[in-house]
């Protein structure tokens, strides 16, 4: 079955940036409407930025002007470029997607999560 997968976590300091990738596990023949969510420890899983096919993006107040999502059409592969990262920014990444195949649509597919340590 069709899942998305992450990448791209890892540790900096704070005033660092990371980028995420975020693709389907199987070639796809688009990414639809998607968020990226994150999961702080001991909270709920939010919605940080979401983006739909057309290129149209929406964020959360707490990311405005650092965070920035992107794709790549070519690969269906979408990004999420964390620029001047918080120690509140820590947290498991997660993208969520809908996405087209040749056969299906799958809405609401969701990835392993990465990990992304903002800390001096």
């Known amino acids: 079955q069709v899942h998305m997968v992450e990448s791209g976590g890892g540790v900096v300091q704070p005033g660092g940036s990371l980028r995420l990738s975020c693709a389907a596990s199987?070639?796809?023949?688009?990414?639809?409407?998607m968020g990226w969510y994150r999961q702080a420890p001991g909270k709920e899983r939010e919605l940080v930025a979401r983006?739909?096919?057309?290129?149209?993006?929406d964020y959360t107040e707490s990311v405005k002007g650092r965070f920035t999502v992107s794709r790549d059409y070519a690969s269906n592969t979408v990004y999420l470029q964390m620029n001047s990262l918080k120690p509140g920014d820590t947290g498991v990444y997660y993208c969520?997607?809908?996405?087209?195949?040749?056969?299906?649509?799958?809405?609401?597919?969701w990835g392993q999560g990465t990990l992304v340590t903002v800390s001096s």
């Open positions: 969520n997607a809908d996405i087209s195949t040749l056969y299906s649509t799958y809405l609401g597919l």
């Open positions: 199987r070639s796809v023949l688009s990414i639809n409407a």
């Open positions: 983006s739909t096919l057309g290129g149209s993006t």
